[in-house]
């Protein structure tokens, strides 16, 4: 097996991962303003739950690709998450590498000469 092959699990938490800096992308949103959105941007085909979603959220912040921070406003606070510059390269890296992951899958699925996405 190669190196670069897929582990199933650590690709799901990727999977995870990509979404949520994807939405921050535009700007800062709470938790589950993110959650809403990358069901909405995905047709409901991705969803994520508040058990995933905040583990997610710390883990990302842990790495410095996105910052939190608590805002208080209209008499609830919240905390609103932002993509850092580190966030944004490593989303732009991490888009082209599920975009070969995608063509090796549709490679298998369609055979050789039709995988375009």
């Known amino acids: 097996m190669q190196e670069d092959s897929a582990d199933l699990q650590a690709l799901s938490r990727s999977i995870n991962e990509i ?18 959105d990358v069901a909405d941007a995905s047709v409901g085909l991705f969803e994520l739950r508040h058990g995933t979603l ?5 883990r990302l912040e842990g790495r410095g690709w996105i910052e939190g921070r608590w805002d208080g406003g209209a008499g609830r606070t919240k905390k609103v998450y932002r993509l850092t510059s580190e966030g944004r390269r490593h ?26 996405l």
């Open 19 to 36: 979404l949520v800096l994807g939405i921050l992308r535009d700007g800062e949103k709470h938790g589950y303003q993110i959650a809403l």
């Open 91 to 116: 989303l732009h890296g991490e888009a082209d590498r599920f975009e070969a992951l995608a063509r090796g899958i549709l490679h298998i699925v369609r055979g050789p000469g039709r995988a375009a």
């Open 54 to 58: 905040y583990p997610i959220l710390h």
